[in-house]
């Protein structure tokens, strides 16, 4: 464990750790690890896929309306949400969220099967460990009556996969009533019991697109094509030195085009990811993107009386951000830690957290412990032996953030 933990911190951990009501709490998620996995075995079930997540979020309300979350509704992006309230003179909020989409189209089959400890079915780990670790907290807390000091804001959000471009905690954030109250934010996601993500991967998506008159590939060949103006741009930016840090990508993950091996495309396009912790790289390459298309479309219209033209569209946006080593939950997380025997393990990825961190607001994503594999496949599997060291973490980590 860091050396580096607040011995306040610690002391306000174990003295929370001591109360009889959060033996309790642990207690129950003991007690009950079969029926959690019976409810992540329905839960995988109902299908999510991306931008249609809305049988999955009238599934989580029930639980919500079921625990007696004030508010609990589902709001104009699909988020599901309910409120566990706090202390009556507190106003401050902690937001703790898990993501409900997964990234499986809607003809994917699902087929949920249990042996022993292991769930197989798409989308069990990523999000289904997180999902129901949610629900198990608050069923942990309603069965220990906790009363914290803040109000505890329970999300089942969309958009977190691909293209929904973290839609639904960023609607969250952009309501008045929640971006003024949110004080601090828990995201659960997937597996394991040691990663705290910390550091949010700032990515930005872009698809450009070059299109022009076609023609056919012998009488019109002194004709710009598309792909091949393209494959320039490709090539100049593959030359880029990335070297150095902060660590900075840029992928090219689709190209597209053409209807015929002896015809001049009429048009192309090709998806392009950047990924970067400093936001100031991120518009570095955007404006070398910017420059290789502009550029090789100028040069390939010089002597052509048919120009190509471009578009390039922002797809995807996720900002980037870090949490502070000195601010309090950071010395929450290595307190918990220290106290449960657990090695923390401090990782820079791209998650639902990125949306507060990137506003200053303090956020953490961790796993909802147990283990899992074939990530984003039909094989995905999740298997429960270790979930409980994995809900007690995030359940005494809500309990700190949430001032109990």
Partial sequence: MAATTSPSAYSRLSAIASQRSVHEAFGWLHLHQQQIMGWQEELVAVPAPPFHEHTRANWLLKFFQAAGLQGASIDEEGNCLGVYPGAEHRQSTVLISAH????????????????????????????????????????????????????????????????GNLRGIRHI?????????????????????????????????????????????????????????LSRVITRLSKLDLSGTPRTTLNVGTIEGGSAVNSIPEQAAARFDVRSTAPEQIIRLEVELYRAVEDSVIEANRKSSFPLTYTIEIIGDRPAGSLAKESSLHHAIEAVDRHLGIRSEMRVASTDANIPLSLAVPAVSIGAGGEGG??????????????????????????????Y
């Fill in 100 to 163: 409900i989409d997964t990234v499986f189209p809607p003809d994917t089959p699902i087929a949920p099967r249990i042996a022993g400890t292991r769930l197989y079915a798409p989308g069990a780990c990523d999000n289904g460990a997180g999902i129901v670790g949610m629900i198990a907290i608050l069923h942990s807390l309603r069965h220990a009556g906790i009363e914290p000091e803040h109000n505890i804001l329970f999300v089942g959000n969309v958009g977190e996969e691909g293209e």
């Fill in 374 to 403: 074939g990530i984003h496949t039909r094989a995905e599997w999740y298997d429960a032996h270790g979930r409980e060291l994995g809900l007690r973490r995030a359940l005494l980590l809500l309990l700190m953030m949430a001032g």
């Fill in 173 to 229: 954030y952009n309501q008045k009533m929640w971006r003024t109250t949110i004080g601090s934010h828990l995201v659960l996601d997937g597996a394991g019991h040691e990663v705290a993500v910390t550091q949010a991967l700032g990515s930005r998506r872009y698809l450009v697109t070059l299109t022009g008159s076609g023609g056919h590939s012998w009488t019109d060949a002194a004709r710009p094509n598309p792909i091949v103006v």
